[in-house]
């Protein structure tokens, strides 16, 4: 259990600045995570890891020579925002590129994703790379769909060495996306992990239990039995990654045993001494093994075991020198080059004056008071909404919503005082949500809030039809930023039924109010059904049976704003007339 903290809210945030401030030789912090003290003399292609906190060493520990260029760091078990990872990137680039490399989850693919748009905009060469290592999460057949765990740190190794030779950006990418191919890992707990300030583990196991198949954000095993002797465990970590040796792969391995953060060291030597000699046994070298803790979950009890199929190009690359505050291999002399400047900017948004409507004005006050009623709802939902999604997911739900409509209760607050319309202020509103909440809800918030305001522009107050338009915004770009569809137990499952249950209902001639209120009913209805779904998208979906019984937490939390707002939404103005 986390016993240190403050503000369990700024336990992430005050980690990174600790973690800054201690190793201020090798990195410095910038707004949304970290990067190199120095520059490279010539131009470099930038390695940046990214992804929640609670992983520590990686990912910010993990800059350095030989290494990551930078660290874009989200709060704890929840993707970075857009705006971070732009941020980061910008600060990092030395103008031979930048390559996203994070596991791939939904939240990650989606910020990273947006970064790389806004960055390849403005004329920087960006890419990313998935790590999809976790043969538990997904069969052969889907490898593309499994979630990167401790294979991360094999695969930012080999990029890392590779950007340190002055490889192209694309032969950083081709070794990278090389590497994770050939990278397979399978992972047992004993243990869930605890958030700073909770009471309880985000899962419990039986005594004498493990989970196999475990997420490195807190998620429970994909089944749970006998807790064996460390031989046996050894040998069935052995077997389930050899059975999916990659076709014409070699004989010479790069092996992590990883300790998920507080399984002890001694416990991962005993066994070792069971996993080397059955892969030596099997024909393999082992090439440089690493025993201890690379990829953590917090303070989870468990143990991972990774293998990369090593070739001639990979393999001097995973032997490459590194120094990083919390990796050192070899001999490796920091690069030199000018010292980068501090800078004091927080990343935030000069404040300017907004040309708005007297009308419009008025309504995005209201839209403010729907803003402030969700805020409450979702503060009083906090830890049912964490609740439902530790069932098959990390129990980080109820507190990202938080921070995010935190986050935008504020901007929104701001961008009233500077004269916006309704559609500024949800706008800045939304842009807000994404960069606080981080993760695949919170980027789909900010992006839909944004969709709504733009809808409804600055003019005037909306019209009936004008506001089910603007419901529609919202969800069209909502589905397709998520790529989510109806009965995939998600929030689309709430939002589509509100969506066109307000629009049918406004088209015939309804009152506003009452349509709100009838299609927020039939949202909440709609989300309670989920319980009977299993889970296609997102970090459940490998834990799809154990989600059985559980309505999906974002489809919850998604009805519960909409019933909130909707007095505020629709009972002013030309809305109600």
């Not at 040309?355 to 006050?365: E, G, I, L, P, T």
Request: aromatic letters at 6%; proline letters at 5%.
């Amino acid at each position: 259990m986390t016993k240190i903290f403050n503000d369990p809210a700024d336990f992430a945030d005050e980690a990174l600045a600790g973690f800054c401030d201690l190793h201020a030789d090798l990195v410095r912090q910038v707004p949304g995570g970290a990067v190199r003290r120095r520059r490279p003399g010539q131009p470099k292609v930038a390695v940046l890891a990214g992804g929640g906190s609670g992983h520590y060493p990686a990912f910010a520990g993990l800059i350095g020579a030989g290494l990551a260029d930078g660290a874009v760091v989200g709060n704890i078990f929840t993707s970075p925002s857009a705006q971070q990872a732009y941020s980061v990137a910008k600060a990092a680039d030395s103008g031979a590129g930048v390559v996203f490399a994070y596991g791939n989850y939904a939240g990650d693919v989606l910020n990273f994703g947006l970064a790389s748009e806004r960055l390849a905009a403005e004329g920087i060469a960006v890419e990313n790379v998935l790590v999809t290592d976790d043969i538990a999460s997904a069969p052969p057949s889907e490898s593309a769909n499994r979630r990167g765990i401790a294979g991360d740190f094999a695969v930012f190794k080999i990029m890392g060495a590779a950007a340190e030779t002055g490889a192209t950006l694309a032969d950083v990418v081709r070794l990278g996306r090389k590497a994770n191919d050939l990278t397979r890992t399978i992972g047992s707990a004993f243990h869930g992990c605890t958030f700073p300030g909770a009471e309880a583990p985000l899962f419990t196991l039986k005594d004498k239990q493990m989970g196999l198949g475990l997420g490195i954000h807190g998620e429970p095993g994909l089944f749970d039995t006998d807790l064996p002797p460390a031989k046996e465990l050894g040998q069935e970590l052995v077997a389930r990654l050899l059975a999916e040796t990659p076709h014409g792969a070699g004989n010479r391995l790069a092996v992590i045993l990883n300790g998920l953060g507080s399984t002890k060291h001694e416990e991962l030597f005993v066994l070792w001494l069971t996993v080397a000699p059955l892969l030596r046994a099997a024909g393999y070298t082992l090439v440089m093994p690493e025993v201890g803790e690379l990829v953590t979950s917090l303070d989870m009890s468990g143990v991972s075991l990774t293998i990369t199929w090593l070739d001639e190009e990979l393999e001097p690359l995973w032997t490459a020198p590194a120094e990083t505050p919390a990796y050192r291999r070899g001999q490796s002399a920091v690069p030199s080059g000018g010292q980068l400047s501090a800078d004091g900017s927080d990343g935030g948004a000069v404040a300017m004056e907004f040309a708005a409507s007297s009308d419009s004005r008025n309504y995005a006050a209201s839209c403010a008071d729907a803003l402030k009623a969700a805020r409450t709802a979702l503060h009083d939902a906090e830890s049912r909404l964490g609740d439902m999604d530790a069932v098959a997911g990390d129990g980080d739900h109820g507190r990202g919503m938080v921070r995010g409509i935190d986050a935008a209760t504020i901007a929104a607050e701001r961008a009233l005082a500077h004269g916006a319309g309704a559609g500024d202020m949800l706008g800045a509103a939304g842009d807000a949500w994404a960069d606080r909440a981080g993760g695949t809800s919170g980027v789909l918030w900010g992006a839909g809030l944004r969709a709504f305001g733009e809808s409804l522009g600055n003019d005037q107050a909306p019209e009936a039809a004008e506001l089910a338009a603007a419901v529609a915004a919202f969800a069209a770009r909502i589905t397709t930023l998520g790529k989510a569809e109806a009965g995939d137990k998600t929030m689309v499952d709430a939002l589509l039924p509100f969506a066109e249950t307000f629009s049918e209902r406004v088209s015939e001639g309804v009152l506003p109010e009452r349509a709100w209120a009838k299609a927020a009913a039939v949202a909440t209805s709609a989300a309670e059904a989920t319980a009977s779904l299993r889970p296609l998208k997102g970090r459940a979906r490998p834990l799809a049976e154990k989600s059985l019984g559980t309505p999906d937490p974002g489809a919850t939390s998604l009805a519960m704003i909409f019933t909130v707002m909707g007095p505020h939404l629709v009972g002013v103005g030309k809305v109600a007339a």
